[in-house]
Nanobody, 121 residues
Framework: QVQLVESGGGLVQTGGSLRLSCAAS????????MGWYRQAPGKPRELVAR???????YYLDSVKGRFTISRDNAQNTVFLQMNSLKPEDTAVYTC???????????????WGQGTQVTVSS
């Protein structure tokens, strides 16, 4: 019902930058939250960043000052600018959207396909 298309992952050296994009489409009346989780092999899933409809943001402590999340409401797209990348940032990054089909509940959580970010040392 809601499709999320992620792009921007890849291989980069330590200190490099990547910009992830996540575009939502489908049955969307409003979006409350957009963001990314990440998971590295053998590690627990982490909430990397999220942005609420009022543009309030959250960042994982380890990425503060390096990552910036933003959104284009007209395009239902969220961006994650990742600078000063470290090997510890290597993971599969999966975007999510919490949306509504109308002004009334329920909320729907949708997930992207995931994109690999690899940072070499």
């Amino acid at each position: 019902q809601v499709q999320l298309v992620e792009s921007g992952g890849g291989l980069v050296q330590t200190g490099g930058s990547l910009r992830l994009s996540c575009a939502a489409s489908g049955s969307i009346f409003s979006i409350a939250v957009m963001g990314w989780y990440r998971q590295a092999p053998g590690k627990p899933r982490e909430l990397v960043a999220r942005i609420f409809s009022g543009d309030v943001t959250y960042y994982l402590d380890s990425v503060k000052g390096r990552f910036t999340i933003s959104r284009d409401n007209a395009q239902n797209t969220v961006f994650l600018q990742m600078n000063s990348l470290k090997p510890e940032d290597t993971a599969v990054y999966t975007c999510f959207v919490i949306s509504r089909r109308s002004s009334a509940p329920p909320d729907f959580t949708s997930w992207g396909q995931g994109t690999q970010v690899t940072v070499s040392s």
